[in-house]
């Protein structure tokens, strides 16, 4: 029954199943685009998502949706005609293709066809069995062994909610360089909520994880046991947390998940429209020093199995390994197509779109900052009065003024070099191109995160991944409710 | 312009032709335009057609849903029998299935949600409304150095309802929408705000340089902001950021929330949880409106509710399987996202109140008037609260000077209890709306 599009070539899938073949795309391209804009291109995607929500020991949500549909894209200088429909029959893709041929018409020129050079695809994520086709009982019975795990890890739990979601994507795209290139992306992600309730006070704790991976991701190294205790643990701790501190004091950061930091504080504001336009806190500013000496912060979408890696981005090209700051310095934007041409750069395999009905935007795929020399306890034992903050919730960022903000959901009091009391959950918030400039010391631990986070632009969303080693920060920001009085926190 | 419910139904037929005991579905076919232009030029022009199809399909009391963009009758059979297979593996679950046929929408009022007027301008003229807008935004002051641009959209879509015992309705609507975000520089200092109007009817719209100049207003008032020491004082919230406080009590008092045990507002129904002068009502029957719809996502017929009362809580936003598992009647709150069955609200509103907001700021000695908020930091099983906040501050009652890259922190339960000025200003411009709301104090956080 299940439908096994995983195993297929993109090219084949299109063509076998909607008599959609390449050189049918490039008739569309070449009748209706070519040589009348500078560049054009045709999406095509199928997706199946399936949705397993255990509540109460009880499956609250099983769901499988099935998605298609093609994006055609014509660009004539600034100018982005773009149409897309559901419909993959011929009549509505030359109908799509006419629509997005009208802004070339309303620009009146005809443009040379820009030809960025193409390299080979990666493999990254080839799957035995993609999580998608792996059976739905054995996926039930991992939730419910996950539900009494989290149970059993501690009294005071009183909900679990487990959720499991599975997706696979195949995509084409063809170019009106006559570039055609394909792919299928399989994506997975397990997510525990745990509740736990103790003398009237209630708390939430949700752990989770998972990639480009195959289902038996979760069962090596029993990871689904981790996840399900970490959930139950920061539930647990948060019923004993204090009031977080309030106003400028040093931070620490612990490894993984925290480079949310670096999503927010610089990864928007180097992505290359916003620095096309001007409207970047960081426009203009490559080769400048944004950042402490001890920074040096990558985007790699060449990772494998990891949940912000792609073999090509969502305009066929491949992805990259790309210094955004070296050593303090600002090195390079995130390019799409698009930004490239109109700033004289080469694309960086950062365009990325959240599904056909999207455009194309310079998005981030895994960003990290590379590992210093420090012990980590030395770095937390360096700081008299602080914040140690180890888990972090959603961040945003003003890209214009550069402030940015992010959530810590789990964080502790650092007194006299001690991590001590845990706090309860406060939002962090700084500025952009000086928030770098604050890390004093940068461990030797980096880790990238177990792959959750979902990054958000213009209404698109995107899976991306993040990572950091223990850093310490100087006078940042916290929000939280106790305004310090000759260093006393308040208790409730 | 009518719906047909066909497909709709000779799919739930094929539903219980393959063994559902029931089942009911949700249609959404729509079409969209949009444009940006930005500095005086096309930037982006999209047109979009998009149909949806979700499945609910009950095997006795288990469940599962499905949903599909492919409507093609191969694929929509796949659907379905993906979706009664789906069902017979999941858990039996006592609350699970469809609301009570007899308390379904009857007829389907007419809310005034479509838009008749007129032939659909061109691409050309809609283009030159975004045009229009950004202009008036660059033209207002020299300080306004640069855009993100202006964007003009417009959607009409219908929707359509059926369940496997034989109720069909459907209903259809328009929305139009504009926005502008320009850019004001100074000195090397760069700040960004925008404006928008939104509304069922293309007549509703604000005329575009209102857009345009209110939006260059926004960014120019913040040139120059800084950051403040940390301290307790009043913070007064615009109506725009007030409504996002609203968002976070609704979503407290939706049904998942509460079955879960996962709310500040659980066992709170009848309790003082608000200033007596807060009322806060969901009401979608108003005509024309964005948030209105003649029936939720069960085919319940749509109504007015009181939230909140004069402080007290009054009603939770129930769907039929929220209020069973709580013992309750559904509120006729249940929204289709094509995922399933969710909670979602109407128009949803804090009732104005007597005072102008001009003298609510001329109450504060030393406060923060907040105009923009970002970032995640609301919990929504313990209230707490903590938001990254730019706006003015308020000394001697006047607006004195932009401040920027702090945080408002305190808790929501605390901060509705402190709500000590409501303003007379409520104005419906999206599906959430407030009022100017004072709090007597919170934590403003920044050096």
Same mark, same amino acid.
């Given at each position: 029954m299940t439908d096994k599009v995983a195993r297929t070539r993109p090219e084949s899938f299109f063509s076998d199943r909607f008599n959609v073949t390449p050189p049918l795309m490039e008739r569309l391209l070449g009748n209706n685009l070519l040589g009348r804009v500078d560049d054009a291109d045709i999406y095509l995607e199928y997706r199946v998502n399936e949705e397993l929500v255990l509540e109460e020991n009880v499956v609250k949500k099983a769901s499988r949706h099935v998605s298609q549909g093609a994006g055609v894209r014509a660009q004539s200088g600034p100018r982005t005609g773009y149409a897309h429909t559901d419909d993959l029959a011929i009549g509505n893709l030359e109908e799509a293709a006419r629509q997005a041929r009208a802004i070339a018409d309303r620009a009146g020129r005809s443009g040379v066809v820009a030809v960025p050079g193409h390299g080979r695809p990666h493999d990254l994520y080839t799957l035995a069995e993609p999580p998608i086709v792996t059976e739905l009982a054995r996926k039930l019975d991992l939730m419910r062994r996950i539900d009494a795990a989290c149970r059993a890890a501690?009294?005071?739990?009183?909900q679990v909610i487990v959720s499991l979601t599975s997706e696979d994507v195949v995509m084409l795209i063809a170019t009106a360089s006559g570039w055609t290139v394909g792919d299928v992306r399989p994506l997975t992600r397990l997510n525990v909520t745990a509740i736990a309730e103790e003398g009237g006070r209630r708390e939430i704790g949700s752990y989770g994880g998972g990639g480009?991976?195959?289902?038996d991701f979760y069962l090596d190294a029993e990871r689904w046991k981790w996840f399900a205790s970490e959930a139950a643990r920061q539930a647990t701790l948060k019923l004993a947390a204090v009031d977080a501190p309030a106003g400028a004091m040093t931070v620490v950061l612990g490894p993984g998940w925290p480079g949310i930091l670096l999503h927010e504080a610089i990864g928007h504001g180097l992505e290359g429209d916003f620095n096309r336009k001007g409207v970047?806190?960081?426009?203009?500013?490559?080769?400048?020093?944004?950042?402490?000496?001890?920074v040096t912060v990558v985007d790699d979408g060449?990772?494998?199995?990891?949940?912000?890696?792609?073999?090509?981005?969502?305009?066929g090209t491949p992805t990259g390994r790309n210094v955004l700051i070296e050593n303090g310095i600002l090195r390079g934007y995130m390019q799409d197509r698009l930004n490239a041409r109109l700033m004289g750069q080469t694309p960086t395999?950062?365009?990325?779109?959240?599904?056909?009905a999207h455009p194309p935007l310079p998005r981030m795929t895994n960003t990290f900052m590379l590992a210093g020399q420090e012990d980590p306890r030395d770095i937390v034992r360096s700081v008299k009065h602080g914040l140690y903050a180890v888990n972090f919730g959603g961040g945003q960022v003003d890209i214009t003024s550069g402030k940015f903000v992010f959530s810590a959901s789990e964080a502790y009091l650092i007194e006299d070099g001690q991590v001590t009391r845990p706090v309860k959950g406060a939002t962090l918030i700084g500025n952009g191109p000086d928030a770098l400039t604050r890390v004093s010391r940068v461990g030797h631990d980096l880790a990238l995160d177990e792959g959750v986070g979902t990054c958000g632009k213009d209404g698109q969303s995107v899976p991306v991944g993040v990572g950091l080693p223990t850093i310490r920060l100087d006078g940042m920001t916290v929000g939280g409710t106790a305004v310090a009085s000759s260093g006393a926190i308040r208790e409730r | 312009m009518s719906v047909d419910t066909t497909l709709l139904t000779d799919v739930l037929a094929r539903a219980t032709a393959r063994g559902a005991s029931a089942a009911d579905g949700f249609l959404i076919e729509e079409q969209s335009f949009s444009a940006s232009v930005r500095l005086g030029q096309v930037d982006t022009v999209t047109h979009s057609r998009e149909q949806r199809l979700a499945l609910r399909v009950f095997a006795g009391r288990a469940s599962a849903a499905a949903s599909t963009s492919d409507f093609s009758r191969v694929s929509l059979e796949r659907v379905v029998d993906e979706a009664t297979a789906l069902a017979r593996v999941t858990t039996e679950d006592p609350h699970a299935g469809l609301p009570d046929p007899a308390e379904l929408v009857d007829g389907v009022p007419d809310?005034?949600?479509?838009d008749h007027e007129g032939p659909d301008p061109t691409p050309e003229e809609k283009i030159e409304l975004a045009r229009r807008a950004e202009a008036a935004a660059l033209e &207002?002051? *020299?300080?306004?150095?640069?855009?993100e641009g202006a964007e003009y959209f417009d959607r009409r879509a219908h929707y359509a309802y059926a369940t496997s015992h034989g109720f069909a309705r459907a209903y259809s609507t328009s929305s139009f929408g504009l926005s502008v975000s320009p850019v004001a520089g100074k000195d090397g200092e760069m700040q960004r705000d925008s404006w928008y109007t939104y509304a069922r009817?293309?007549?509703?719209?604000?005329?575009p340089e209102s857009v345009g100049r209110t939006a260059a207003a926004r960014a120019l008032r913040r040139l120059g902001a800084r950051k403040v020491k940390t301290t307790e004082v009043p913070v007064i919230f615009d109506p725009d950021t007030a409504a996002t406080l609203l968002r976070s009590i609704a979503a407290a008092a939706s049904g998942p929330s509460l079955y879960r045990r996962a709310?500040?507002?659980?066992?709170?129904?009848?309790?003082?949880? &608000?200033? *007596?002068?807060v009322t806060i009502v969901d009401d979608?029957?108003?005509?024309?409106?964005?948030?209105?719809?003649?029936?939720?996502?069960?085919?319940l017929p749509t109504r007015r509710s009181v939230v909140v009362g004069e402080g007290t809580l009054r009603s939770y936003l129930l769907d039929t399987y929220s209020a069973r598992k709580l013992g309750l009647h559904s509120t006729h709150h249940a929204s289709r996202d094509g995922a399933g069955v969710s909670v979602g609200t109407t128009n949803l509103m804090l009732l104005a109140g007597p005072t102008n907001p001009a003298e609510l700021i001329g109450s504060v000695k030393q406060g923060l008037y907040v105009t923009e908020l970002i970032g995640?930091?609301?919990?929504?099983?313990?209230g707490d609260y903590s938001r990254g906040a730019a706006g003015l501050w308020i000394e001697d009652g006047q607006l004195a000077y932009p401040v920027e890259e702090v945080t408002v922190a305190g808790n929501l339960l605390e901060m509705f209890d402190r709500i000590d000025g409501i303003g007379n200003?409520?104005?419906?411009?999206?599906r959430v709306a407030s009022p100017t709301l004072k709090i007597a104090r919170m934590v403003v956080a920044g050096e």
């Open positions: 501690d009294a005071r739990v009183t480009r991976v195959a289902f970047s806190a960081f426009a203009g500013r490559v080769g400048q020093k944004v950042a402490s000496e001890l060449t990772i494998a199995n990891r949940r912000g890696s792609l073999n090509v981005d969502d305009e395999g950062n365009g990325r779109r959240e599904s056909y | 809310l005034g949600l479509e &207002a002051d *020299p300080r306004i150095t640069n855009s009817r293309r007549r509703a719209l604000d005329a709310s500040f507002l659980f066992e709170r129904l009848g309790s003082r949880i &608000a200033a *007596p002068a979608g029957l108003l005509p024309g409106a964005l948030g209105s719809r003649p029936f939720d996502g069960e085919g995640f930091g609301v919990n929504g099983v313990t200003d409520l104005a419906l411009r999206d």
